[in-house]
């Protein structure tokens, strides 16, 4: 991780804002805008009905209706355990700014509308792709997959891809929300900001690093 000498001077009194996710689309912005590498990668955290975690990297979509918005494949294995268990885990980490976003609450799925607005704006190859991979279900080889893509390109060839109905997306509702920001000799801010409902206003607290 960077030094953060650059960031030491400018240490905040207050939080960055009173509502936590305008603060992560902001550090998003900048993010891109310095070139962060991956700025839009999160680590997703989801358990099984009987507390089984498991974590991957899926990527920042954007906010809709208040919540953090992926995508994946339903039959994949962390729809099974959001189906199971409804609740996850977010974090987003931009090294360049030295800052992190963890966001926790409950999740459902995004309506029919959202994920084919989303699903529009993909390349088409990223399209044919949702097709042709099973997620998280064994294969049994690489030219299985490569076949499998194939097929789907043949059968959409010169025509629009259709959005699987096994594919969309799941907005997460944040219940939680810590914003990091590193300060020099360890000594970095952090607040948290927690809400009962969707609807009522954020209370925040600073943590000790």
């Given at each position: 991780?960077?030094d ?105 799925k995004a ?88 609807a ?10």
């Open positions: 991780m960077p953060s000498e650059d960031f030491a001077s400018d240490a905040p009194t207050a939080a960055p804002g009173p509502e936590p996710l305008s603060v992560l689309n902001a550090w998003y912005d900048e993010a891109v805008r310095r070139g962060d590498p991956m700025p839009d990668a999160m680590t997703l955290a989801t358990a099984s009905a009987d507390g089984r975690p498991s974590a991957r990297i899926v990527l920042y979509k954007g906010l809709q209706r208040g919540a953090v918005l992926f995508v994946t494949n339903y039959t994949s294995r962390k729809a099974r355990e959001l189906t199971e268990n409804p609740r996850a885990a977010l974090v987003m980490h931009f090294p360049l700014l030295e800052r992190q976003v963890r966001l926790e609450g409950r999740v459902e309506t029919a509308a959202e994920s084919e607005a989303y699903f529009r704006s993909r390349p088409r190859g990223s399209q044919l792709g949702a097709w042709a991979s099973p997620q998280s279900r064994p294969i049994a080889s690489r030219a299985e997959l490569d076949a499998r893509a194939q097929g789907v390109e043949q059968r959409f060839v010169g025509g629009d891809v259709a959005r699987p109905d096994f594919w969309g997306g799941y907005l997460v509702f944040p219940e939680t929300v810590e914003l990091w920001l590193g300060r020099k000799d360890r000594l970095h801010d952090r607040f948290l900001y927690t809400r009962e409902t969707d009522a206003p954020w209370t925040i607290s600073r943590l000790a690093p």
